[in-house]
């Protein structure tokens, strides 16, 4: 495989897209050591300036107006509307992936979010190239924006998306139902009891993790105060991500809590502190849920962002995996009802039968293969 390239163009919308780039080129180098990885952020600011600008907007508009989203998240579903929003960001965006490939001259492109991978199905349509593409869709429902011509492999999260692009007359020998890369090192952590031993976490204690992704999303101090209102002592886990300010305020709330609080700002122990604890309360991205599978971590799921992860969450619930607080309920009684009883340890059971912690192994083992490398 000496001299042979493969390039991973990821998006930083959210750290879904970003972590299914890294768990793929992590299990590249491993079964491939002699590979050249090389992995892009297609909105990072490095890379395109009206790129990262586009980010910013889109990212504001989630903050002040998160029901327009999901206008546009509708809209995109229908096969024109999800053509005319993808031809638009191809078309913006085709320049920079023509100065990438001049630049690096991949052998192999894969794609964990639908911009990049509408730009090198255009490109390769312009150039009337054969470059292999393969796209890793990040999301647990079938939609429209992931959908590009001239695409040799998906791979998606369950076989109902599989069976959806079947029928809409994709070719079998293309999709895969692999599951949502997540990376090798979950394999590797140590049992929950070892992993409460290395945090000095007593046995006995009920173990809360809150997080809301990198930017600290998803009303973790609304959460906090909800968590006041129980008696029982607990260890709580807390990650404010890249929001320095919540870091802040959530350091202060500890310091009147009757519960143990710990307590991160942007961390790479998120993994370790999820097998450590009995329940995770987050927003429902789809590599957060795809982690807490795979560590059989019940979860209560809040405030998803309309669209993807409002489906996130549907499929998270309906398996029993997860219980899904609608706007109006309270936090506490669901965490009670939860600890309660034989309702967690079900949980456990459900959430594991949901995992796919291979995924990472298969996609990279048919991307190999496919392309005889």
Not at 99 to 126: D, G, M, Q
Not at 257 to 273: P, V
Not at 353 to 364: E, G, M, T
Request: net charge neutral.
């Amino acid at each position: 495989m000496t001299g042979k390239k493969i390039m991973i163009l990821t998006a930083s919308i959210g750290s879904g897209h970003i972590k299914a780039a890294e768990a793929v080129a992590e299990e590249l180098q491993h079964q491939q050591p002699a590979a050249q990885i090389v992995t892009v952020d297609f909105m990072a600011r490095s890379t395109s300036f009206w790129h990262w600008l586009t980010k910013k907007l889109y990212l504001e508009m989630l903050n002040f107006v998160p029901n327009l989203y999901d206008v546009f998240y509708k809209l995109s579903s229908s096969e024109m509307g999800a053509s005319c929003g993808k031809n638009m960001f191809a078309y913006f965006m085709l320049p920079v992936f023509c100065r990438l490939y001049k630049e690096h001259r991949p052998n192999y492109v894969i794609c964990t979010h639908p911009f990049p991978a509408e730009t090198v199905s255009l490109w390769k349509e312009r150039e009337h190239s054969d470059l292999p593409l393969s796209v890793v869709m990040t999301d647990y429902s079938l939609h429209q924006m992931w959908l590009c011509r001239g695409v040799d492999h998906y791979f998606m999260a369950t076989e109902a998306m599989e069976q959806g692009m079947l029928q809409q007359g994709f070719a079998s020998e293309t999709l895969h139902a692999t599951g949502i890369p997540i990376s090798r090192g979950l394999q590797d952590l140590p049992v929950q009891a070892e992993l409460r031993r290395q945090l000095d976490i007593a046995p006995e204690r009920k173990v809360i993790m809150l997080m809301g992704g990198g930017l600290g999303l998803g009303g973790i101090e609304k959460n906090l105060q909800e968590l006041e209102k129980l008696v029982q002592p607990l260890t709580l886990l807390v990650i404010a991500g890249r929001n320095e300010q919540l870091l802040q305020r959530v350091q202060d709330f500890a310091a009147g809590s009757r519960h143990d609080m710990r307590i991160w700002g942007y961390t790479d122990e998120a993994r370790k502190l999820m097998g450590a604890a009995d329940l995770l309360i987050t927003k429902p991205g789809a590599l957060t849920i795809s982690e807490a599978f795979a560590l059989g971590t019940p979860m209560l799921l809040h405030d998803p962002i309309p669209g993807p992860e409002t489906e996130n969450a549907v499929y998270a619930t309906r398996h029993g995996a997860a219980i899904w607080l609608h706007p109006g309920e309270r936090l506490s009684p669901a965490v009670e009802e939860i600890f309660a009883g034989e309702t967690l340890s079900r949980m456990r059971e459900r959430a594991l039968a949901c995992a796919k912690p291979l995924a990472s192994q298969k996609i990279v083992k048919i991307i190999l293969q496919s392309a005889g490398f």
